[in-house]
């Protein structure tokens, strides 16, 4: 459609709503799978910001990764490419149709859709093919490590806190991250990041992740100590309930057999005469 000219618009904009979102929908509502597609799942304060450390984590060492390969032979020209499609729109455009609408279309198929058919793999398996098949469906060797990363990361994150829309959230943020890199690296070879900056992302996306993915495995162990604790209480009530049920039974009075109408059957086993 690019190569016959078709209006920019739709391809940036509505092409990716129809050929993700709408499919998503649609298949969801005919399988009733819609909120396993879209999971809203309420977090507490931690929870959100456990999800938020992890996600930046990822940003960063994505950020810091693609930035060393950006070096490479064959990247400028991708760069090039995209600051020309990105000169055709002002700012508030930009945001709105490289930032947010990219972050909800792929989530939607990636960390929705496909991850939710991908849960019975267990969670590794599941966030790194995830990710992996976000980085392939980007069509370039060069932004593929990034990309994969970022997506593995965001998969984690829609995981572990059963929200999607906080993936989308963080996602939007990245993109718009990339776009103001971008602007700043306009001016040429000049203004390129430094090494020294790009090792400061990426450590402290290393930082970030070892925090977020420690801080999910401890409220993980806490929610499950939590159940179990619950659990074993209610199974103590149970037995207690049986123990109390039994001595109130023993200790209960019992009628004395009428010798005219006992036959030594058990109670309730004979019909009205």
Known sequence: MAARGGPLLFLVAVLPLLSFVAPVLAWGWLRGRLPDFFPARHLSARGLAQALILAAGGSLAALALAGALSALPGAR???????????????AAQLLLFALLPALSEEVLFRGALLSALRPWGALPACLASGLLFGLFHGSVLRFAPV??????????????????????????????????????????AREPSALLLAVAGGLGIVFLSAGLRGFGAGASDEEGRKGSKSQSVDGLKEHGTGVEGAMLEGAPRSKPDPETDNGEPPGTRFPS
Do not use: K, Y
């Open 77 to 91: 020209g991708e760069e090039a490419a995209l600051r020309s499609l990105l000169g055709g729109f002002p700012p």
């Open 148 to 189: 994969a990363l970022l997506g593995t990361v965001l998969a984690v994150v829609v995981w572990r806190t059963g929200n999607l829309w906080v993936a989308v959230a963080c996602h939007a943020l990245h993109n718009a991250a990339i776009l103001w890199v971008l602007d700043e690296t306009a001016g040429g070879a």
